[in-house]
Structure formats: structure tokens, C-alpha cells
């Protein structure tokens, strides 16, 4: 391990006063160790980067299976890690504390291997189609694939949003495509393979396998937690939340599993729908006398005559 040398980085100068104005107690866990393990990987980087990025010919030809390791949480400069970390402080913030600590841990372990060996099998298809050896030779390096990843995940659970992507209102679910394409055209030097590559494991376990294969393979370990169980609900913030209200605090958010009862959305609105005939049938009455509880009322099957009948007086008195 080396300690780096040069100029003063500004860019992580920048990060920690990033940091500092949202809090660490504001951070979850695992976010705030994921930014600690790159920061400190990139002041003490264990290789120099051409020793630590992943391509094809080093990590399948020659098989230095390590890469896959090292690669994410190595950068190429001071505001490549910015940039990178910035965008894992926000998508960590929101993501952590919907799927819950342990198991956005094992996403990020997961992802981050993951991610390498799609990286590898792109560029080794370049090789085939284009017939251009040169794909072989290209390495990445830095955590931006499992940034583009998280982002397919924040989409998924956070559906309807809208993204600004340069000045352009974009729906979320399509932002991720339209960030690849533009990171390219920006910065040509990126490696559109590895972002690209974020975005189809984000996808494999969004829409595909790689989900029920993680809780097959954790269903051996009680510590870790099935994130399809009702949680209590996160909305996140944009990041000019965070900027404008650094001392914003946090509170416990709400169980909204109590309040909906477990029904869909769809579900939600039927029940709603006759709770509303039911009310204006029965004149709005509460039964007993007693206060109906928040969140949705399922009405009692059948009432007793007498009930029936005191339900009608109270209906022709309004009249």
C-alpha cells in the first residue's frame, strides 16, 4: 500500500464539506463506510491504478481475479471521487434506509464483483463483433457502475419521478439511458462498458433473476433480511434538498404498513370505493359508538336486525 502524493485534492476537500453539511449521523451505516473505504483507498491506494483497473486481458487472460476487488474503489483523480461519492451519499441515503442496512450491504458486495464480470463479457463481445482487439486492452477503473446500478434499484422503488438531465426533464425509469449516453458525449475518456454494465446488473435484479438468487443464496444467514417484507416507507430527497437544508434532521419515518394494511395500490382504492357506499348507506354511522381506526375499515359481514333497524332511524332523522 502507497500513500498518494501531489497537489492538494480539492475535489476531496469538497466531498467532506459535502459530508459535514449533511451529518454523519444523517449518513446509514453502510453509505458512511462505503464513502470511508474509497476515501481511504484513494489516499492509500493498495496498487497503482493500472495495477488495480479490470479488462478483459488482465482479469480473464491472465486471471488476476483481484481486479474485481480492486477496481471499484480505486479512482483516477481527486474528482473522479467526488463526483462518484457524491452520487453514492444521495442514492445511498434513500436506498439504505428502504432496503435496510445488511441487505444494501450485500447488494453493494454483490454488485460490485458483479458488475466487473459484465464489464468483461461487453468488451470481450466488442472484440468478436467489431473483430478490434484493442477492447481487450481497455480498463476501468472507479464505482460509477455500481452508481448506475443503484440507480436502476432507486428508480425501481421510487417510481414516478422525474430526473433533470442537463436542463432536460426526463422520467426516472428512462434517466439512467439518457446519463449513460450523455456522460459519454461529455467526457469521451468514461468507460461506457463499465457504466453500461451497472445498468444491466441493476436490471438483472430489478426485472430479472439475480434478486431470488441473492435470497436463495442469504437464506441461510438469519441476519439478513427479506427486502420484499413490508418496511416503513422512505421517500428521498432531490439533492438540492440536501444543499438548501443542511440541518435538515431526520425523524422516524412513519410504518405506512399499518395505515394501508398491506393492500396494493389498487387494492387501496376498491376498499376506499365501498367503504365510501357503505358510509353513505349507512349515513356515515360508526358502529357500538366506537372510533373507527386509521387506515382502511373492512365492515363487519352481517349485522344483527336491531342494528339493521337503529341504522334506518338514523337515516330518515337526517332527512
Not at 25 to 52: C, D, K, M, Y
Not at 224 to 253: E, L, V, W
Request: overall charge positive; proline content about 5%; hydrophobic content about 40%.
Amino acid at each position: 500500500m502507497q500513500r498518494r502524493q501531489g497537489r492538494v485534492n480539492a475535489g476531496l476537500l469538497l466531498l467532506l464539506y459535502q459530508i459535514s453539511q449533511v451529518g454523519l449521523q444523517n449518513i446509514p451505516s453502510v453509505t458512511l463506510a462505503v464513502l470511508v473505504l474509497n476515501i481511504f483507498f484513494f489516499l492509500n491506494p493498495v496498487r497503482p491504478l493500472h495495477e488495480a483497473c479490470i479488462s478483459v486481458n488482465e482479469g480473464f487472460y491472465r486471471q488476476n481475479w483481484q481486479r474485481l476487488l480492486l477496481s471499484p474503489v480505486h479512482h483516477a483523480d481527486d474528482r473522479h471521487l467526488y463526483y462518484n461519492m457524491i452520487s453514492m451519499l444521495w442514492k445511498g441515503i434513500m436506498l439504505e434506509r428502504k432496503l435496510k442496512s445488511v441487505w444494501f450491504a450485500y447488494i453493494i458486495a454483490v454488485f460490485s464483483v458483479l458488475i466487473g464480470v459484465v464489464y468483461m463479457a461487453l468488451e470481450f463481445m466488442l472484440v468478436k463483433i467489431l473483430n478490434d482487439p484493442s477492447y481487450e486492452m481497455n480498463c476501468a477503473v472507479g464505482f460509477s457502475g455500481v452508481l448506475f446500478a443503484l440507480k436502476v434499484l432507486n428508480n425501481h422503488y421510487n417510481p414516478g419521478r422525474v430526473s433533470n438531465v442537463l436542463g432536460l426533464q426526463i422520467p426516472s425509469k428512462y434517466a439512467c439511458w439518457v446519463e449513460l449516453v450523455a456522460i459519454h458525449l461529455i467526457a469521451p475518456g468514461t468507460s461506457f462498458a463499465g457504466h453500461l454494465a451497472g445498468i444491466l446488473v441493476g436490471l438483472m435484479y430489478t426485472m430479472g433473476p439475480l434478486k431470488k438468487i441473492m435470497k436463495a443464496c442469504a437464506g441461510g444467514f438469519t441476519s439478513f433480511t427479506d427486502p420484499d417484507r413490508p418496511r416503513d416507507y422512505y421517500s428521498g430527497y432531490s439533492d438540492y434538498y440536501y444543499y438548501r437544508y443542511p440541518d435538515y434532521q431526520y425523524t422516524t419515518p412513519r410504518n405506512y404498513y399499518d395505515y394501508t394494511g398491506g393492500l396494493t395500490e389498487e387494492e387501496q382504492l376498491e376498499r376506499a370505493v365501498l367503504n365510501s357506499l357503505n358510509e353513505r348507506d349507512f349515513g356515515g354511522a360508526t358502529y357500538n359508538n366506537e372510533r373507527r381506526p386509521y387506515g382502511f375499515w373492512f365492515p363487519p359481514e352481517q349485522n344483527s336486525e336491531e342494528e339493521i333497524r337503529r341504522q334506518r332511524l338514523r337515516r330518515f332523522d337526517r332527512r
